[in-house]
């Protein structure tokens, strides 16, 4: 489990992404990503308010449905919203022109 908080299920990949890009402490990457997702930081670690949260922002989840984003086009969102660089987003998009 990423941070412990649930990986892709709540915010445990974003998290952990901000500890390895920016090297921040657990307590600053926490409230770096819920201000950027728009929650408090006790909502990071909810299930189902981080299932809408993921949703609404097209930044991938546990489960795909139909029409939400996946694989890169996830990265590219998070990418985005957390205003960091993903070098596998970085790679595909050089190889892709």
Do not use: C, W
């Not at 908080?5 to 657990?26: E, H, P, Y």
């Not at 728009?38 to 809408?52: H, R």
């Not at 205003?83 to 050089?94: A, P, Q, T, Y």
């Amino acid at each position: 489990m990423t941070s412990g908080m649930g990986g892709m299920r709540t915010s445990g990949d974003l998290v952990a992404r901000m500890q390895m890009t920016k090297g921040m402490k657990i307590k600053a990457a926490k409230k770096f990503v819920a201000e950027k997702l728009g929650v408090a930081v006790s909502e990071l670690t909810d299930a189902a308010v981080m299932g809408e949260v993921r949703e609404d922002l097209k930044i991938g989840g546990v489960y795909s449905s139909m029409g939400s984003p996946k694989g890169m086009e996830a990265k590219h969102h998070i990418a985005n919203l957390l205003g960091i660089e993903i070098n596998s987003l970085k790679r595909f998009r050089h190889n892709t022109r």
